[in-house]
């Protein structure tokens, strides 16, 4: 029988060996040498701590309790290595672009670095895997005492069980805290611990196969007469269930992907695809052949170890009851092996998940406003990870402890499964689905654990313990649709199933709909973006917008985070990057984005935005900020061309103004040539009457026909000048408005008819008018004479003015909804263009004075028609002189 | 999904024979859990305490099921990572996951 110093000896021994692999394997590393540390097989062998020593005596255990059911804890792995494209693919290369440091900082800093999420996803996982760890404390202990059984002599010490527990915690501790936290970044690779776990996963393999070749070939005698016996067994049977077949096989396969320390070993220590690739087949072949020899050596303990025997140690107590204590001793070392690399890795995860997103964000929080972070942030950082450490194990240690390690911690690890379970559809929602949201993450995450917590890991204690008896009977409150393990009413299933089901599915359900429900705050959107299109996106969105940051205060804090050195040749390429020469970089938003992610794989995704955001000043961009800015150019560019506008309008008006003063020069001087004009033509006939009347006054022998003559003389003079003077009078009447408008019914051929005969009748001339009459048949409701008046004068006017030697006139009536268009086109030279806006005004007449007129009559016209609500226009580019009169058909109705 | 709109509609619809075999890799390794699952989950059917499935005859099942997986998946692997070595010109798309 081999003693128990002995066994304490080897114990030490192989521990010893351990700390030397870690240590050479840290050495290596650090010289640069450790290429192989990074080989696809040592993060393979690795992954081995999924297989803990639940799986490596509880395994056995379970194969004899419940038959083939123990294999599903191994196929969900298997199936999700096989499938590593689809999902590990994803997240590893996430785990890597992110400098993601935990399960927690993933989830929070996929939304929106949220320190909740990531305080629940750490206080969940701690819940979960305090038992488990107790349960691998458990193990060391009981496979102790199957020695201390085996070895009378050894002395009886009292509450050894718990000392063994206790030094056992306090050795993995002490080697947790050196090699576990030997460098801040959490993302870098822990390649003593990797490399020691590794070393380990072979010693448990080898171990368990070593078993399982001694009981196939030395106790059962071959393959076949195995088989045989195991069908002749009490496992000879199928006697699994489809439900729990199904559902642990998805459980372990959820479990796998979202449990702390698998994650840890599988994404955070991952360095490539290449790793991946090879552990896809590699871990499901590790899977199979630790679990190969199960069943023969649950069945050979069962025929050969007395009755009541434990079986979860069939694996020890099998060839200690041969005799074989050099198997017995590495099956105990294989056992060992299992917890201690299980709680190694478990412990550094879980106290990086609690140093960055519980104790940081508190410590950060209690020295808010400092600017600058006085003390060694590293410092604070590395303790704070240590004393994590320390209280992860001090707390599976308490639990072990207090729960005196009975039956009840065997059944743990299903239901630790169960609930870092939870955290799946936020994983899974979160990697694959840009719809996901914070609030849907917190709201799934919340109804899991407390589903989880009220069926299933409470009432694992046993009913009466944390929850009354009659809860399970009457339900709370005598709700009996809330019983615990008949939720909504539905009893019979199987307590883990029951949890499963109810947890996971109202978990999704709930993290979907308030998804869908929801809207994500800026920088979700951002992240989400960057974790759904990991592939496509290579850098990411910025985030932070160039500020006031100072680049100094950045590198203080950066170096007491990452230390001086690494700090300083950050900061140095980053400065060469940016094209400067010293050796501080300005801050430009790339900066702070790269700054923040390597600070982010130091204290988790959450405290780096903090502790940059501290510095910055809360600069961090939000998708407000940017549509601020937006908005901001939006007002510029419409204020902008507001401007344009009015200096438009202002170019316009001075235009007008231009021409309004061009006209008024012309127009005073045309009235200064008019006055003379008119003074003349008022002289003219003046001087005429005054000197006939003088000849009449003084001359008293005058014949009679003289008489006449000169009276007939003076007589014609005083007409011109009444006519003259009443055109005056006409233009000021229509001028003030003070016309009274006879309005009646007329055709316009018989006004354009009375208009030529008119015409034609005042002067003599050779002028040809043109008309087309059927055009002419418009009825119209207007002033017929003044129409008549406007008419007249236009054809005067051509009569007097038209310059072709065979002057002809054309009127074109068109006929126009409620309106009627007449044009009065001659065959002359037309109207000079710098006269054609000055034709309309009084006094105003053109060009050589041909014909004496006043110089009224456009003017008269053109009262007239704006009086009959019309228009009257020069038509330029006809070959003459054109004149467009517009008529309203009907005055009465468009007046209205 | 529109910042990668210029890079999608570039994309070619038909591609070489060597990117065209990495691809239907990939699909292999896509479908090959599929197919695991399928036959671990045949157990569901078989009757419960009877002698009609011998636990022999699962044992062999279940761990050919496995050996064949590990086998595919190796044989996987090795083909993309031949692929890859051996590719004159890198799928402009490897890093993607939905390629066509």
């Known amino acids: 029988m081999i003693a128990m110093q002995a066994l304490a000896v080897i114990s030490v021994a192989y521990v010893l060996f351990l700390f030397a692999v870690a240590f050479f394997a840290e050495r290596a590393a650090r010289r640069g040498r450790g290429a192989w540390l990074r080989a696809p097989v040592i993060y393979t062998l690795s992954l081995s701590i999924y297989c803990t020593a639940w799986t490596f005596y509880g395994a056995v255990g379970t194969a004899v309790r419940g038959g083939f059911e123990y294999l599903t804890i191994y196929l969900g792995p298997s199936l999700v290595l096989i499938g590593w494209f689809w999902i590990l693919r994803r997240l590893v290369r996430i785990g890597r672009s992110q400098r993601i440091t935990s399960v927690a900082d993933l989830i929070s800093s996929r939304y929106g670095k949220s320190n909740l999420l990531g305080v629940g996803v750490t206080v969940l996982s701690v819940i979960a895997a305090t038992p488990y760890i107790a349960l691998q404390l458990q193990s060391v202990v009981l496979s102790v005492d199957a020695f201390r059984h085996a070895d009378p002599a050894a002395p009886v010490v009292a509450d050894s069980q718990t000392m063994t ?9 002490v080697f947790t805290v050196i090699f576990g936290t030997r460098n801040l970044d959490a993302n870098e690779r822990h390649h003593g611990v990797v490399t020691a776990i590794a070393v380990e996963a072979i010693v448990k393999l080898a171990a368990l196969l070593a078993v399982g070749i001694f009981v196939v070939w030395g106790l059962m005698g071959g393959v076949t007469e195995t088989l045989a016996r195991i069908d002749a067994s009490a496992l ?9 077949w199904a559902g642990l096989t998805f459980l372990s396969a959820a479990a796998f992907l979202c449990l702390p320390r698998m994650f840890q070993v599988m994404v955070v220590e991952n360095d490539s695809d290449a790793q991946l690739r090879m552990a896809s087949w590699a871990f499901p072949l590790y899977l199979m052949l630790m679990s190969l020899f199960i069943v023969p050596i649950a069945v050979a303990g069962l025929e050969i170890l007395p009755a009541g025997a434990n079986p979860d140690l069939f694996v020890l107590t099998l060839p200690l009851a041969s005799g074989q204590e050099g198997l017995a001793v590495l099956s105990f070392l294989g056992g060992f092996s299992s917890a201690t690399s299980m709680v190694i890795v478990a412990a550094i995860a879980l106290s990086t998940m609690v140093s960055n997103h519980i104790v940081m964000p508190i410590w950060l929080r209690l020295r808010e406003g400092t600017a600058s972070f006085s003390g060694d942030v590293r410092k604070v950082v590395l303790r704070s990870r240590r ?33 870092v379970a939870q955290v799946l559809p936020a994983m899974l929602g979160g990697i694959f689905w840009r719809g996901a949201t914070r609030a849907g993450a917190l709201a799934g995450l919340s109804v899991g654990f407390v589903i989880w917590m009220y069926t299933l890991f409470l009432p694992s204690f046993g009913a009466g313990t944390l929850l009354p008896v009659n809860l399970f009977d009457q339900g709370p409150l005598g709700i009996a649709w ?26 999704a359900v709930v993290f979907i709909s308030v998804s869908l429900l929801s809207f994500p705050q800026p920088l979700e959107r951002l992240q989400g973006a960057q974790f759904v299109t990991t592939d496509h996106v290579g850098g990411g969105a910025r985030s932070w917008s160039s500020s006031a940051a100072q680049a100094e205060d950045l590198m203080v804090m950066t170096q007491r985070i990452l230390g001086a050195r690494e700090a300083q040749d950050l900061f140095l390429t980053e400065a060469q990057r940016q094209g400067l020469s010293g050796s501080l970089p300005d801050p430009t938003p790339d900066f ?150 006879n309005l009646r019914h007329g055709m316009l051929a018989d006004v354009l008819d009375r208009a030529a005969a008119a015409a034609s009748a005042e002067e003599t001339g050779p002028l040809t ?123 009465a109705l468009a007046a209205q | 999904m529109s910042a990668e709109g210029p890079a999608r509609r570039a994309r070619p619809l038909f591609v070489a024979r060597e990117t065209y075999r990495r691809r239907r890799l990939r699909d292999a390794a896509r479908a090959l859990p599929v197919l695991g699952l399928l036959l671990w989950m045949v157990p569901l059917l078989w009757p419960l305490n009877t002698e009609a499935v011998s636990a022999s005859g699962a044992l062999v099942f279940l761990f050919t099921v496995w050996a064949g997986l590990v086998i595919v998946a190796g044989a996987l692997v090795s083909a993309m990572n031949a692929t890859d070595r051996g590719a004159a010109v890198p799928d402009p798309l490897a890093d993607e996951d939905d390629e066509p």
């Open chain 1, 592 to 741: 702070l984005e790269v700054l923040e992610k390597r600070l982010s794989g130091a204290v988790g995704a959450a405290t780096a935005h903090a502790m940059v955001g501290q510095i910055v000043g809360g600069a961090a961009v939000s998708v407000q900020d940017l549509m601020a800015v937006a908005d901001e150019t939006a007002q510029m560019m419409e204020y902008s061309a507001r401007l344009e506008a009015q200096s438009q309008e202002l170019t316009r008006t001075a235009r007008q103004l231009r021409e309004a003063n061009e006209k008024l020069t012309r127009l005073s001087v045309q009235k200064d040539a008019f006055l003379s004009q008119i003074s003349h033509e008022l002289r003219t006939p003046m001087t005429s009457i005054r000197a006939f009347s003088e000849i009449l006054r003084d001359s008293a022998d005058m014949r009679p026909s003289d008489q006449t003559r000169y009276a007939s003389i003076i007589h014609d003079e005083a007409l011109r000048l009444t006519r003259l003077l009443d055109d005056l009078l006409d233009l000021s009447v229509l001028e003030n408005g003070q016309v009274n408008l």
């Open chain 1, 387 to 419: 004393l994590s450490i320390a209280g992860v194990l001090l707390l599976g240690y308490l639990y072990y402890s207090v729960s005196g390690g009975g039956a009840a911690l065997s059944a743990i690890g299903l239901v630790s499964f169960t609930g």
């Open chain 1, 236 to 244: 000879g049977e199928w006697q699994v269930s489809g439900g729990r």
């Open chain 1, 769 to 891: 008018i043109r008309r087309r009459s059927d055009n002419e048949e418009v009825l119209l409701y207007t002033d017929i004479d003044r129409l008549s008046q406007v008419f007249i004068n236009l054809i005067a006017n051509a009569r007097k003015y038209c310059d072709a030697p065979d002057p002809v006139l054309e009127i074109r009536v068109r006929g126009d909804v409620g309106r009627v268009v007449i044009d009065f086109i001659d065959n002359g030279s037309g109207v000079a263009p710098d006269a054609q806006d000055v034709i309309f005004e009084k006094f105003s007449r053109v060009g050589e004075q041909k014909a004496g007129g006043a110089g009224l009559g456009l003017a008269i016209s053109r009262q007239i028609m704006v009086r009959l609500g019309g228009t009257i226009s020069y038509l330029p580019g006809q070959g003459g002189a054109a004149f467009r009169v517009v008529l309203p058909t009907d005055l």
């Open chain 1, 165 to 173: 527990a206790f030094w056992v915690a306090a050795g993995l501790a």
């Open chain 1, 482 to 507: 809330l019983r615990p393990q008949a939720l909504f009413g539905i009893e019979g299933l199987d307590a883990l199933l029951h949890t499963v089901l109810w947890s996971l599915s109202l978990n």
